[in-house]
């Protein structure tokens, strides 16, 4: 074999080839596809070596997006999609694991696995939505009716506050202090000439606060001029230089980022000091109800609960998720048609955070089920609220749950954070849950005893931590190995509604009890970024319920199965009868995540009588209750098929049961249980006639992470009159008003029949 310098000729040659010559990327174009694609929006599609292929979306993201709106002419991006929301496209898949910085001007100059190296498939085919005129389509006509680019993040890096106070420094989250901007990767300090209160309310917004404060200037003054005669301080040769200054910020009050706003960050004289007899600029921000410290209630009557009108459902983080409207007593989404900034903003303030980081489009947070009930929002962007803005009614206007608006918004920087990690596992996502506790003046790391720990508890750490949601809780952790400063157990007995920010906000005991003390029994988490979601269709139970006298000599394996009232065991099999409600169930997956069961099938039970493998032993929960909530009949659904009965167009079936198949329910599709199949029904053979409350639960044990528990509850208004039946009024938990809307607690002392 031939060598050039001892290394064989052969491996020379084919590191040549693997390398390009130069650094000049490969010649690509780029279009957007898709069968219902508009202007500037679709499935990405890249020209590569002659042929038309598509890029997968893992790690795809928004800076990968706005590379690729740049190179088809657009002027920015405003959203993305996965998962082939505009249908899976054919040929190769050129792109994987694809890593732009930003600057970039092509895809091809970004990072990624090589082109054609992939291990997706089309139904992770990656989309995008841009915004702004395509260039070829531009005349100077036209010109004034280009957008503006609504972030220009390239100027503004960062924001922060800088305490100057004692107290300012010790709260959590800091509001009150001088403003501080990241330009080029140095911060630098605002002059206050000229500073208005537009300007702090755009600072706050991007802070995470919803309202500006008013600052007393006159004392800061005076600390000021103090600093300024002190020798010892460096403050008189620092204002000096302009490069610490920026000379003059002027915003409207509306803009979602700093960016938008003008800066001028030296003055235009040169020469010039950048801020002469002026001091930085000082502002003053009020949180929102959930980041202001609880204080304690007074004894008296007590003001009841604003109903809120706005809402966010299915998001990973704190102020983010799909936007829903409570309109004539009953929650629906929002059309994304007309989508933006601006009215993103409106709601993010509403709900009592700051402006938006992003208003996102196409269901990118999850569809919804039930009523759309707003379409082509338009706000100004001082709008108290998203009903002050002027919109549609999106009854007529063609939208679908595919289309429904989302925001990501900005919240405040808390300690939370800082209080709690997860130690011992395999990633950054898992691990034995460790928080820092006081303890006396100073503050110390334990763990969590984990009886009673459960999903509740862990979606709590999860969103503290940042990490989206909870997809395991375990009790046991013997096979992570927790940090010895944190082997002592600081928290018991921890019951979390699952809406709290901080695991300390919980109920827990208040001397620690862990009669199984810490070690191999302390909690631990598996945390996950997307989650399923499921929800029952009301209007399809409402219309299929029917009752039917069914002879015993066709309920045996029922019978075995526990389907049937206990008054059953009693009676002379194979004759008589039991009268039993029937109704079909479909239920949707509306998470971004597969619903699979919690085991494999290898756990699976087999029932010999049906024949037939349960995944999950109680899946759905029926219960018949009277109006004050006493049970009278009860029924249980065992998993033994999970698949995906129907998708919506563009989404293929992924899960079967023929065969032995795997089970689960695809993001986006939903499973049927019919009508007529053993199970699906209430015996109701001892059940007097008169009014009642039908009750449908989905996971109710929550053995399946999901991303909301809330919308698993259905009732309906059921009437008896000892012949017929009906069923009226069904809805979901979450789907109406406060007047309806039953809490958490209520659900579990129904199930348990305590009310």
Known sequence: MLSVAGYPLILFLLVCQAVPGGTQPPRIELRLMGPRSQEGEGRLEVLYNGQWGTVCDDDFNMVAASVACRELGYE????????????????????????????????????????????????????????????????????????????????????RIKPVLARAKLSSPITEGAVEVKLHGRWRQVCDAGWTRNNTRVICGMLGFPHEGRVATGFYRKLWNQKLKDPR?????????????????????????????????????????????????????????????????????????????????????????????????????????????????????????GTAQEALLGAQLGQGLGPIHLTRVKCRGYERSLAECRFQEATQSGCRHEADAAVRCNVPQTAARQQIRLAGGRSPEEGVVEILVPRGKTSRWGAVCGEYWGLMEAMVVCRQMGLGFASHALQETWYWQGNSDAAEVVLSGVRCKGTELSILQCQHHGPVHCPSGGGRFAAGVTCTSSAPDLVMNAQVVQETAYLEDRPLDMLYCAHEEGCLSASADHMHWPYGHRRLLRFSSQIHNLGRADFLPKTGRHAWIWHECHRHYHSIEVFTHYDLLTLNGSKVAEGHKASFCLEDTNCPDGLQRRFACANFGEQGVTAGCWDTYRHDIDCQWVDITDVAPGSYIFQVVVNPKHEVAESDFSNNVLRCQCQYDGHRIWLHGCHTGDAYGANIKWDEEAQQRLASNLV
Not at 114 to 134: A, R
């Open 76 to 159: 920015a991006a405003v959203n993305w999609a996965h998962s082939a929301k505009y249908g899976p496209g054919e040929g190769p898949i050129w792109l994987d694991n694809l890593r732009c910085s930003g600057p970039e001007s092509s895809l091809a100059e970004c990072e990624s696995n090589g082109w054609g190296v992939s291990d997706c498939t089309h139904n992770e085919d990656s989309g995008v939505v841009c915004t702004g005129l395509h260039r070829r389509q531009r005349n100077p006509a036209a010109q004034g009716l280009v957008p503006r680019i609504q972030h220009q993040g390239w100027k503004v890096e960062e924001v």
């Open 233 to 353: 301080s460096s403050l008189r040769s620092l204002i000096s230089k302009n490069t610490f200054w920026i000379h003059r910020i002027n915003c409207q009050g509306t803009e979602a980022h700093l960016g938008e706003c003008k800066l001028h960050v030296t003055p235009k004289a040169r020469h010039r000091p950048a801020c002469p007899h002026g001091i930085h600029a000082l502002i003053s921000c009020i949180p929102g109800p959930e980041f202001q410290p609880k204080k304690a209630r007074l004894p008296g009557p007590t003001q009841p609960k604003k109903q809120p009108q706005v809402r966010l459902r299915a998001g990973a983080q704190v102020g983010e998720g799909r936007v829903e409207v409570l309109l004539n007593g009953q929650w629906g989404t929002v059309c994304d048609d007309g989508w933006d900034l601006t009215a993103a903003s409106v709601v993010c303030r509403q709900l009592g955070y």
